[in-house]
């Protein structure tokens, strides 16, 4: 248990409802005591009456206070044992919302490396069904241990203390039950962690799919990703199945021992009951203990494989956990983006692919500059922009904000100071207003619609039935490309932050839109650093100065009639697009 180990912290955090809830569980278990103690004293005073020791009135009247005492002992057991899972069961609840949190708070400080190697429904199915199964071992297990624990000593202490000879007898076929459940516990655990492993499988399988099933049905391939999800759904029937045949032993080992104690006590207890060692009640006692102790025995089987489920997702949970991000905020102290960027010889080479994207690239922006970046594709265009908002950090070179070194600025105040529109407009299944309010919680509807009359989206919107209140499906496929990409942009304008990187997002839009977009941009940037990516010449002509870039390395920096002046990339590209336009 030694990944379970992790949560003992939320324990200590709830070890006052735990120890309330222990105390109970206790109270609850010695109340279910009384009730065969009781049975076993009727039983003799039934017996007394029929051998003519006492009376019926004295029969009548033990039977009175017996059978008072057991219904008061089974409503009082009843009802402490309700209180024992409001306490306990609540506090795994607690435990599991403060670890699906943890995980989360987790999942968003990682790297962007970590999900380049790590599929989301991997990373969803381990914040659910994992978190999950450690439910059940903080609550149900935990439980039914303390239940079974508190029985066995109250029960079997009270057995050896009434017939000493029987207990042993009674209890004997215990500890081979409790290597069957050891050797059981073993195989379990294995195969639980197969079972987490294929459902993770099946998870990522099927939340690709349905992200993709524009293309599955555009390529008229369902049949075959039917076949291929049948296969891997095969697989994960069969892990279950084996996992299940190991838990099925379970049960009818149990009922087996329980069986021969039950045997063992009628046995040796009719025997010493025949030479007046022990009462007949004794007799009848010690079967209602036996089989009372039934349900706790195959609990530990039933908690044991719940445990070790347990384990082996805390294990898989804890995997991601000890891993560190790569970017790490190295200030706490905070500080104001003016936005002045400066890169001297920066190199830099993806962990993942081990390919260098930018080579001693050096450039300089300034505050109400526009600065362009242009490149065919895998240039590095993008790669700029990533380093610039501390996605990834620098291999060599030096980057510098306001003449500091990025890495020893805050890194949640260098990202605030940013608005990012990424090369793929990525937009939430909300409505369109909220998808704009992301970047700014408390922007008013007046802002809103400013915005997006900037990125010339707005007439667009109120062209939906439900106009900004237009729920989105996933990933923004209501919308066509050019609308998500001026969504994106709305969203990142209305943050009025102090730079704006703009990644290639207006790729999908007309010339005529492209220029309205530019032209409000140009007017919205005056004070502020404004970087433009893109392959075409039309989207970045108006810049301050333009960068190019080749194979990571800058070929060319200048303003537009500048490199229109010298031979070489720019002016080819120029060209070539000029042509392409007229024709």
């Known amino acids: 248990m030694k990944e379970l180990a992790y949560i003992n912290k939320y324990f200590v955090t709830y070890s006052g409802r735990l120890i309330v809830g222990l105390l109970i569980t206790a109270v609850a278990t010695i109340f279910r005591i009384v ?43 009843g009802f402490f044992t309700f209180l024992m899972r409001q306490t306990i069961i609540v506090v795994s609840r607690y435990i599991e919302y403060d670890l699906k949190n943890e995980v989360f708070r987790h999942y968003e400080r990682l790297s962007l490396n970590f999900y380049k190697s790590n599929r989301t429904g991997d990373l969803m199915n381990r914040i659910s069904e ?59 655990h294995k195969r639980s962690a197969i079972v987490q492993k294929y459902l993770s499988q099946l998870t990522t399988f099927t939340q690709e799919r349905f992200s993709g099933i524009s293309v599955i049905k555009a390529y008229g391939l369902e049949h075959r990703s039917q076949q291929e999800f049948v296969t891997l759904a095969n ?11 190991v838990q099925a032993l379970f049960f009818p080992l149990m009922i087996l021992l329980i069986g021969l104690s039950n045997i063992l006590v009628i046995y040796v ?44 997702s805390q294990g898989r949970i804890n995997e991601f956990l000890k891993q560190e991000p790569q970017i790490i905020n190295h ?39 526009t600065f362009a970046i242009i490149g065919h594709t ?20 030096a980057y510098t904000m306001d003449g500091i070194a990025a890495k020893t600025i805050n890194l949640y105040d260098l990202r605030n100071a940013i608005g990012y529109v990424p090369q793929d407009a990525f937009l939430f299944s909300e409505s369109i207003l909220d998808n704009i309010k992301f970047g700014k919680a408390d922007a008013t509807q007046e802002e809103i619609e400013s915005v997006a009359k900037r990125a010339v989206v707005h007439d667009n919107i109120m062209g939906f039935k439900k106009g900004y ?10 919308l066509s490309g050019g609308q998500k990409q001026r969504v994106s942009i709305a969203r990142a304008l209305i943050k009025d932050a102090q730079i704006l990187l703009l990644d290639d997002c207006l790729s999908a839009v007309d010339t005529e839109t492209e220029e309205a977009i530019l032209s409000n941009l140009l007017a919205y ?10 392959h075409r010449v039309s989207t970045v002509k108006n810049a301050d100065r333009i960068l190019v870039l080749d194979h990571g390395t800058v070929i060319q920096q200048g303003s537009h009639n500048e490199l229109l002046n010298v031979p070489g990339y720019y002016k080819k590209l120029y060209e070539k697009q000029l042509v392409e336009k007229e024709m």
């Open 525 to 534: 940037g005056k004070d502020k650093t404004t970087i433009i990516v893109s």
């Open 35 to 77: 009730v065969p103690a009781k049975i076993g004293d009727a039983v003799d005073s039934i017996k007394q009456y029929i051998t003519g020791e006492s009376s019926y009135a004295t029969l009548k009247s033990d039977l009175a206070m017996d059978i008072a005492l057991i219904i008061g002992a089974a409503l009082l057991s």
């Open 235 to 245: 697989h994960s029937k069969d892990k279950n199945i084996d996992l299940t045949q």
């Open 331 to 369: 200030s706490q102290e905070r500080q104001q983006v003016k936005g002045v960027i400066d890169f001297d010889q920066v190199s830099f080479t993806y962990p993942d692919t081990k390919i260098q994207a930018l080579n001693k690239v050096s450039f300089t922006v300034n505050p109400g500059e």
């Open 378 to 397: 895998g240039s590095g265009k993008s790669t700029l922009l990533e380093l610039i908002a501390r996605l990834y950090d620098i291999d060599s070179g």
């Open 130 to 188: 994992d978190v999950s199964k450690i439910r059940m071992y903080a609550g149900p297990a935990l439980m039914y241990s303390t239940t079974t624990v508190t029985l066995f000593v109250v029960a079997i202490s009270y057995m050896l203390y009434t017939a000493p000879i029987l207990t042993l007898y009674a209890v004997g076929p215990l500890p081979f039950l409790s290597i069957g459940i050891y050797k059981l516990s073993i195989a379990i």
């Open 269 to 312: 207890g009719g025997n010493q009951y025949i030479q007046g060692e022990i009462d007949f009640g004794t007799i009848v006692e010690f079967l209602i203990y036996v089989n009372m102790l039934t349900w706790p025995v195959a609990i530990v089987g039933w908690v044991s494989s719940m445990v070790q489920q347990a384990e082996a």
């Open 469 to 478: 209140d237009t729920v989105l499906g996933e990933r923004g496929i209501t």
